[in-house]
């Protein structure tokens, strides 16, 4: 099991926009599909985008889709996830998480096996 770690949260007024970044301290998450989920006080967890291995191929989110973009560098082993024109009901914690699944159809129901201890993002003005 991989310790994943995300940063880059924080505190933004509607319509701003945020960088998340998720990396291993122990391991290059390069060979590992990444999902980015979040989380609201009372909802239950929805996965918000995911990038395979290699970065060709991504998905989104219906809320998120134009105004996230996630993208990986396999250099560095990080992963990132740009957040643009951010909402009040982008507010959650944000969680990544590897595993071995592709990006398609209902990526987010698949056991990602390793997570991180997320990060808060509130929208508010």
């Known amino acids: 099991q991989l310790h994943l770690v995300e940063s880059g949260g924080g505190l933004v007024q509607p319509g701003g926009s945020l960088r998340l970044s998720c990396a291993s301290s122990e391991f290059n998450l390069g060979y590992y599909t990444i999902g980015w989920f979040r989380q609201a006080p009372g909802q239950e967890r929805e996965g918000v985008s995911c990038i395979n291995y290699s970065g060709e191929s991504t998905n989104y989110a219906d809320s998120v889709k134009g105004r996230f973009t996630v993208s990986r560098n396999n250099t560095n082993g990080a992963i990132y996830l740009q957040m643009n024109n951010l909402k009040p009901d982008d507010t959650a914690v944000y969680y990544c998480?590897?595993?071995?699944?592709?990006?398609?159809?209902?990526?987010?129901?698949?056991?990602?096996?390793?997570w991180g201890q997320g990060t808060q993002v509130t929208v508010s003005s």
């Open positions: 998480a590897a595993g071995y699944y592709y990006c398609t159809g209902n990526w987010a129901d698949n056991p990602f096996g390793s």
